[in-house]
């Protein structure tokens, strides 16, 4: 009768212990989960939830040397990505290459379970985002340690224009390639690069890709990819499409003001609220089992 007590309040107590961890778990920054996670889940590959706010599951790494490519920063291990996205990279790659571009270097995917950071990027969640640097790739392969140091080339002279001491038709021609790509949804420049963009197309008949060519800050030593959701995969959700037409003019003025850079003070008596880390328990609920699957070989 004790032996059989005695296992009870084991069980009891384990059960409870389990629960206590798994709410702990499921309020435990996001970050901190798929931040340290070294590799992919042993699972179909999927993208779960929003750029933003999701997670990634069986993908793929890309490897540091391709044809057409040289991957930065290796010690992030943010080189993975779902399997569209690393067929967009070698697709891509290799056309630029034909047209003479030197090849890429490729900055920050997605960790090998996507889901948010432990540092930057908001997105990139679901192994659907890219950073191209603009800077060309060397014609000898970097070792590791140049790959950490080396330094991204700004393209711009200020808030509303780039420097022609640097920017040079080819980036133009790499922008509309990546941009004419029918998987991708939209691509993030810096304002400046933007307005470039929109004045070097003046002339041509087909400025149709244009509208895909986002102004967002920061976006001026690389441009940030975002592909569409995969097709067939129900539990990726899609941004909205960018607004019609190709987005230059008085819908770009705004970007190109102080506007968007001023911080509007609190009011009088206003508290600032401090903006929470996304948990677990935010994501979707698939995301735990990404999170706690075997790893992939």
């Given at each position: 009768?004790?032996?059989?007590l005695t296992l009870i309040l084991?069980?009891?107590?384990?059960?409870?212990?389990?629960?206590?961890?798994?709410?702990?778990?499921?309020?435990?920054?996001?970050?901190?989960?798929?931040?340290?996670?070294?590799?992919?889940?042993?699972?179909?590959?999927?993208?779960?939830?929003?750029?933003?706010?999701?997670?990634?599951?069986?993908?793929?790494?890309?490897?540091?040397?391709?044809?057409?490519?040289?991957?930065?920063?290796?010690?992030?291990?943010?080189?993975?990505?779902?399997?569209?996205?690393?067929?967009?990279?070698?697709?891509?790659?290799?056309?630029?290459?034909?047209?003479?571009?030197?090849?890429?270097?490729?900055?920050?995917?997605?960790?090998?379970?996507?889901?948010?950071?432990?540092?930057?990027?908001?997105?990139h969640q679901l192994g659907l985002?890219?950073?191209?640097?603009?800077?060309?790739?060397?014609?000898?392969?970097?070792?590791?340690?140049?790959?950490?140091?080396?330094?991204?080339?700004?393209?711009?002279?200020?808030?509303?224009?780039?420097?022609?001491?640097?920017?040079?038709?080819?980036?133009?021609?790499?922008?509309?390639?990546?941009?004419?790509?029918?998987?991708?949804?939209?691509?993030?420049?810096?304002?400046?690069?933007?307005?470039?963009?929109?004045?070097?197309?003046?002339?041509?008949?087909?400025?149709?890709?244009?509208?895909?060519?986002?102004?967002?800050?920061?976006?001026?030593?690389?441009?940030?990819?975002?592909?569409?959701?995969?097709?067939?995969?129900r539990s990726c959700k899609n941004?909205?499409?960018?607004?019609?037409?190709?987005?230059?003019?008085?819908?770009?003025?705004?970007?190109?003001?102080?506007?968007?850079?001023?911080?509007?003070?609190?009011?009088?008596?206003?508290?600032?609220?401090?903006?929470?880390?996304?948990?677990?328990?935010?994501?979707?609920?698939?995301?735990?089992?990404?999170?706690?699957?075997?790893?992939?070989?």
């Open positions: 009768m004790r032996i059989l084991i069980i009891g107590i384990t059960g409870m212990v389990d629960a206590k961890n798994n709410t702990s778990k499921k309020n435990t920054p996001a970050k901190q989960l798929f931040g340290h996670i070294k590799s992919a889940a042993k699972m179909k590959p999927q993208a779960i939830g929003g750029y933003a706010k999701g997670c990634l599951a069986g993908a793929e790494q890309l490897p540091a040397n391709g044809a057409g490519w040289q991957a930065m920063r290796l010690s992030r291990n943010r080189n993975w990505g779902h399997p569209v996205l690393i067929d967009f990279i070698e697709r891509f790659s290799k056309s630029v290459k034909q047209d003479g571009w030197p090849g890429l270097l490729v900055g920050d995917m997605s960790q090998p379970r996507g889901g948010p950071m432990l540092t930057g990027h908001a997105s985002d890219v950073d191209i640097w603009f800077k060309q790739m060397p014609t000898k392969k970097m070792s590791n340690k140049a790959r950490e140091n080396v330094s991204a080339v700004s393209m711009i002279k200020s808030k509303s224009k780039t420097n022609p001491k640097i920017w040079k038709t080819g980036h133009a021609e790499l922008l509309r390639k990546a941009a004419s790509d029918k998987a991708v949804a939209r691509i993030f420049v810096h304002p400046a690069i933007k307005k470039t963009m929109c004045d070097w197309s003046k002339n041509q008949k087909d400025r149709s890709w244009l509208r895909k060519l986002r102004p967002w800050y920061g976006h001026h030593y690389h441009f940030h990819v975002r592909l569409t959701c995969p097709k067939g995969d941004q909205a499409p960018p607004p019609p037409g190709p987005g230059c003019g008085k819908k770009l003025a705004w970007w190109l003001s102080d506007k968007p850079y001023r911080k509007t003070p609190p009011k009088p008596g206003e508290k600032i609220k401090k903006k929470q880390p996304t948990r677990l328990i935010d994501l979707p609920k698939t995301c735990t089992t990404v999170l706690n699957s075997s790893s992939k070989k």
